[in-house]
């Protein structure tokens, strides 16, 4: 009997130690040690609750001796990379996390992982509470949530000042699921040598004026060696914190974080003539430390960025619209014709208020996500 209990307890450690040999699927990523902007382990701070967790997981280990709490600084291809106190390591999955678990690790992720002494990676075990989970809605109806990045302190939401194509409703919602994801939001117009003065204003005012004047907007500007804004952008993420660029492809994100650098660690792309969009130069998911700073989340482009059940984070961007809003005769008001609301009362109508157009086009495609988001139920 107790013989049997013994090999049981032995076929289980074995299993749960079962490695997937993926070392051919990562021919090819980049080599951890040459890489020069990773961020140091003391760079980087778990909360208390992520250590409690961590804690937690090793006084259930069986084997905790080469148990480790580590952080993901990069996803190659999907691949994670993890950095602990003592060294930094390509990692896969323990079998006893899930696919859904594969896809669901983010830069910044704190994760409990058995080191690799004898083994060429890593094993992660457990994905540990997030602080803030920068996610997105991907995939239209029937779509799924991608976290962009964890543990995140600050978006910094990055837009091209080229001629005609400021998007302040773009800049709007990255500011509300930012919000809604339990982050800061500062914007940056980027390229800001491609237009003139006047428009820089311009466009400066009207993003200010939606999204109010206590959050940061920054104007830069990389043409060579001449730079503008690089400083305040740094200010952004102190020392201590992180933050994520977010943007389309070709805003510039890699470029700004270059000039932070001070050097050309981040490859950058060029943009289409045609429509002046972007190719997705940065396929990489990585941390960078920005010297005299914080660390920043480089990220590839963003097609989409879906209004699905960002309510709270649309109301704490627009709260005065929102107090409205909720005194409005009708719960379904659309704020646009319903006798008895209370926006429209105190905000008139859309057409000459530009925050309020911004909020009520959010509002209706937020409505409509909501009643579409999966077809074949009815509720
Ligand atoms: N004139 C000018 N060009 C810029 C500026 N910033 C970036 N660019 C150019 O814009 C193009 C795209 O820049 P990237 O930094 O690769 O853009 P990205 O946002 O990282 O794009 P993805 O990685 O595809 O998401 C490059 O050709 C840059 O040289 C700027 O401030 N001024
Ligand atoms: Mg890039
Ligand atoms: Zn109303």
Redesign the pocket.
């Known amino acids: 009997m107790a013989k049997r209990n013994s090999r049981d307890r032995r076929n289980v450690r074995r299993k749960s130690k079962k490695r997937v040999d993926r070392s051919r699927d990562q021919a090819g990523l980049p080599e951890l040690s040459l890489l020069t902007e990773l961020p140091e382990y003391d760079d980087l701070h778990p909360s208390t609750e992520q250590v409690s967790a961590f804690e937690a997981h090793c006084s259930k280990a069986e084997d905790a001796s080469d148990l480790a709490l580590g952080c993901v600084v990069r996803l190659d291809r999907g691949f994670p990379a993890v950095l602990t106190s003592d060294e930094v390591f390509r990692a896969e999955f323990a079998a006893q996390l899930t696919k859904s678990d594969f896809s669901r690790v983010a830069v910044g992720d704190w994760v409990a992982v058995r080191t690799p002494h004898g083994h060429d990676m890593g094993l992660i075990e457990s994905i540990l509470p997030r602080e803030s989970d920068i996610a997105r809605w991907r995939g239209g109806s029937r779509g799924e949530k991608q976290t962009l990045a964890a543990n995140v302190d600050v978006v910094i939401v990055?837009q091209?000042l080229e001629k005609g194509r400021l998007s302040v409703n773009r800049i709007a919602r990255s500011a509300v699921v930012a919000t809604d994801c339990g982050a800061d939001v500062a914007v940056v117009l980027?390229?800001?040598?491609?237009v003139s003065e006047e428009e820089v204003r311009a466009a400066k005012e009207s993003v200010q004026e939606v999204l109010g004047e206590n959050c940061p907007v920054i104007c830069?500007?990389?043409?060579g060696d001449n730079m503008s804004g690089i400083e305040d952008v740094r200010s952004l993420v102190p020392t201590g914190r992180i933050g994520i660029m977010l943007?389309?492809?070709?805003?510039?994100?890699?470029?700004?974080l270059n000039a932070l650098l001070g050097r050309e660690a981040l490859?950058?792309?060029?943009?289409r003539e045609s429509d002046g969009v972007?190719?997705?130069?940065?396929v990489t998911r990585r941390m960078v430390a920005i010297p005299s700073a914080g660390i920043i989340v480089?990220?590839?482009?963003l097609r989409t960025l879906q209004m699905v059940g960002h309510e709270r984070g649309l109301a704490k961007v627009f709260p005065d619209i929102a107090d409205a809003a909720a005194s409005c005769r009708f719960r379904n008001c659309t704020h646009t014709h319903e006798p008895g609301c209370e926006v429209l009362a105190r905000f008139g109508s859309g057409s000459d208020d530009r925050r309020l157009g911004v909020y009520l086009s959010l509002a209706e495609e937020m409505r409509e996500s909501a009643t579409t988001l999966d077809p074949d139920i009815v509720l």
């Open positions: 990055v091209a980027a390229k800001c040598d491609s830069s500007a990389v043409d943007g389309p492809s070709g805003a510039g994100k890699s470029t700004l490859e950058t792309g060029s943009v972007g190719r997705h130069t940065t480089d990220e590839p482009g």
